[in-house]
């Protein structure tokens, strides 16, 4: 990447808001820069569309947001597509049609692996990612010593962004979506769930209570804050007085709910709420 001379600006892209935990880590590691926030709400939920419609739908959202993006505030440096669903499926292509450096999140089987004594590891996905090619790679690849317990929900990215929302989450519909770790053959050695939804690390709380507390959870957040902060050669070339920009929050679609996360968005420091329709 070449030498940026303005506030690194970073594009954080999601089909909702399970990327502000992947932002969080960001912010934390590099809190200096620009962050403009993406929702595809109009799109919602990922986890169940067909592969052919998830490519062409990323691929004309992230068009969408860099044309308003770059007219509005300026060039975008680099573009976090936040999000497991669409990046085990659409990295090679978005890569190839952008020019910016494109950062994907996908499940973290590998530190699990690592991490894990009993080798017995949960995952915890969208019905898509669960059920990708590319993830199934990943275990054989780097859990061939594992056994691997799979569950895919799309109803707990709904209870995500019910949470965000404001709206209070029956722990026992939570509880009925995490059975199977309790529940399936061996499931008292499970040591180390993976987390491979941007939305679950938000309801990490009540994930906690629904199982055994000897369970570690891994997400990907914080290594995509190295490889982020990596890629801009970072602390960036800024001074405090140049940090007069506002970070940013754009949804494709003005909604009543959009109006209910503004609570969510600040404590983000997104104060700003943009409209890009498509
Ligand atoms: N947050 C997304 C992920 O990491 C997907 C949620 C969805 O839209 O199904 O997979």
Do not use: W
């Amino acid at each position: 990447m070449n030498t940026i001379q303005h506030t690194p600006r970073i594009l954080v892209f999601d089909s909702g808001v399970g990327g502000l935990s992947v932002m969080r880590e960001i912010q934390q590691r590099l809190p200096d820069c620009q962050y403009l926030y993406a929702s595809d709400n109009a799109a919602f939920p990922y986890g169940t569309k067909s592969e052919d419609e998830l490519i062409a739908r990323v691929d004309k959202v992230l068009h969408a947001l860099l044309q308003h993006i770059e007219q509005g505030y300026g060039p975008v440096d680099i573009i976090v597509v936040a999000c497991n669903t669409a990046s085990t499926l659409t990295l090679p292509h978005i890569r190839s049609h952008f020019t910016q450096p494109i950062v994907g999140v996908v499940p973290a089987i590998k530190p699990a692996a690592i991490h894990s004594a009993t080798k017995l590891i949960g995952l915890l996905a969208t019905p898509a990612t669960v059920a990708r090619p590319y993830t199934h790679d990943l275990i054989r690849e780097y859990a061939g010593n594992c056994t691997v317990i799979s569950v895919g929900s799309s109803e707990l990215v709904h209870l995500a962004e019910q949470k965000l929302r404001g709206e209070t989450i029956a722990l026992e519909k939570i509880a009925a979506i995490v059975a199977p770790f309790a529940t399936a053959p061996r499931a008292a050695e499970l040591d180390t769930l993976v987390l491979a939804c941007t939305h679950f690390p938000l309801l990490q709380d009540e994930l906690r209570q629904c199982l055994p507390g000897t369970i570690q959870f891994i997400d990907s957040g914080e290594a995509i804050a190295r490889r982020v902060a990596f890629l801009l050669h970072q602390p960036p070339p800024v001074s405090r007085t140049d940090l007069r920009h506002c970070h940013l929050a754009l949804f494709t679609k003005a909604t009543r709910e959009v109006e209910l996360l503004r609570a969510a968005l600040s404590n983000f420091s997104l104060e700003k709420v943009d409209i890009v329709a498509c």
